[in-house]
């Protein structure tokens, strides 16, 4: 049972470069979430889909587009990659957008621009 | 809105000492908390969650947070650290948003 699988697992960028994460789950959820994470900040939330063919902006979409073409995928988007941009990317996954639910996350992905 | 705030984002302890991370929060509605284990290079790992069933939730690994809404905190407890219990701790609140928001972490050391 692979859970969530991110792909690639690190990648470097030059400024101004374009790249797509992937992310899929084999759990048959609803949610899908793509977080970054960045020392002393936690994780915050990028963009977020309720179900396949929606996505919403979260906390800190500005240079980030995702798509959410089938109910297990959910792709993540960098047009014009920035040294910003550098970051760990984390996807996750979840039943439900109840309360209650846990999300599941993936190994993450190391993103250097320079 | 809803938050967390956990402070301190080093403790130290030494191996069998008592482990407390401290988490408290912010929500407008009832919340549902959680508290994730990231080991080094790896992803985030539910250890526990609040429902609502019970106040005092035990997790994986001896793990234990107790929830106190007069204080409106959710620390993270064990009795006894190991060594293995090194990694960063995030605590972690939806309050009805569909997507949880997370703290900034608490990386714990184990000293020998």
């Known amino acids: 049972n692979a859970g969530v699988t991110q792909t690639p697992k690190f990648r470097v960028l030059k400024t101004g470069q374009s790249m797509t994460l992937l992310c899929a789950q084999d759990?048959?959820?609803?949610?899908m979430y793509w977080y970054r994470q960045d020392p002393g900040m936690g994780l915050r939330l990028i963009h977020y889909?309720?179900?396949?063919?929606?996505?919403a902006k979260g906390e800190v979409p500005d240079g980030y587009n995702v798509s959410r073409l089938k109910k297990q995928n959910f792709l993540l988007g960098l047009e014009s990659a920035a040294p910003s941009q550098t970051s760990v990317y984390f996807c996750?996954?979840?039943?439900?957008?109840?309360?209650?639910?846990?999300?599941?996350f993936g190994q993450g992905t190391r993103l250097t621009v320079v | 809105a809803q938050s967390v705030t956990q402070l301190g984002s080093h403790v130290s302890v030494s191996e069998g000492a008592l482990v407390l991370l401290r988490c408290n929060y912010s929500s407008s509605v009832p919340p549902y908390l959680f508290w994730y284990v990231q080991y080094p290079n790896q992803g985030l790992q539910l250890l526990l969650k609040y429902t609502s069933a019970a106040t005092l939730v035990k997790g994986i690994n001896g793990f234990e947070a107790e929830f106190k809404k007069s204080e409106t905190s959710f620390h993270l407890t064990k009795p006894s650290a190991h060594m293995s219990d090194a990694a960063e701790y995030f605590c972690a609140v939806n309050g009805g948003r569909r997507a949880l928001t997370f703290g900034s972490g608490t990386r714990l050391q184990v000293q020998p």
């Open positions: 996750a996954s979840s039943y439900s957008g109840g309360g209650w639910t846990e999300a599941f």
């Open positions: 889909s309720v179900g396949e063919g929606t996505t």
């Open positions: 759990m048959n959820h609803e949610y």
